[in-house]
């Protein structure tokens, strides 16, 4: 049966926040040198999934009636003044703080954040990430959005978005150099060395 894409719906979120634990957050290079495993993270997820869906430009694949892949998007505005009110010992807001500092914010409105995307294992290699960013960046255009950033963690992501989607570097911070509450807690991921905040026209 093939893989349709569709918009993400509140319906969905509970099925979203667990596969997003299940296949993103148990690969993340940040959450891995945290300590922070998918239940942990998935108690306290599912607000941002119930965000998403309220903004209406985030995407879900099923298959068979099951949801096999999700991209989550927001407004890069928005999501940049709400990330304010994070705690700040938390050290991946901290880090995230870090890196949008190294670019000037968009204007609401006019720059979409691509937050989250993940594929289940069954279905990757088949083309599914591709078709929604594909349906992301459609609904962008059609809402006003001229640009799409990305917060790049891992050696994947930077790779698709850079090589493939041709967006361009705004900004990086090295994992070794970063420092939170006197202490470098992302020094031991050495692949990749950076995190990387990119941009692509839409």
Known sequence: MPTLVRTLQHADCDAVTALLARAFVAGSPLHAALGIDAAQWQRTAAGNVAD???????????AEQSIVGCALAVDTAAEYASAETRS????IAALLRALRATAPAPAPGACLLVDMGVVAPSHAGQGTYTAMRAAVHTRARTAGYRTVRGELSSAATQHVCVEHLGH?????????AFTHAGRHPFAAIREPSSILLVEGTL
């Open 168 to 176: 361009r570097v705004l900004g990086a911070v090295a994992y070794a």
């Open 52 to 62: 998403a869906a309220d903004a209406g430009l985030s995407v879900v694949a099923t």
């Open 88 to 91: 700040p010992t938390d050290a």
